[in-house]
């Protein structure tokens, strides 16, 4: 996870509650990368030299996988969030928010044991 401020923005001077933390997740070969803010949306895309080196037909099956992972990171974030604040666990469970068993075992699913 990596916390990002607004250009020129200090720490300070972030408005209170707004979701700064952006969710990561790169292909094992860390060819592709999606990012995504608490609120799911993708606020940057990696890709590696490399990719130019595949069809285009893999690089957008690519670059789905990766975002689809990316986004059920950051739902991973939100739970959390919702945890911290005083909720109980069947509220996130109630909203459909993954935990971070689920996501993990869907990395598993996606990349194998040795991501």
Known sequence: MTEVNAPGETEAQRP???GSRVFEVFNPEYSVGVACALSGEIVGIHLGAEVWENDDAWLAAEILRVA??????SQVGRRASLLERGALPHVADARGLPTESDYRLREKLEFGDGH
């Open 68 to 73: 689809r992972l990316a986004h059920m990171k």
């Open 16 to 18: 209170p509650g707004r």
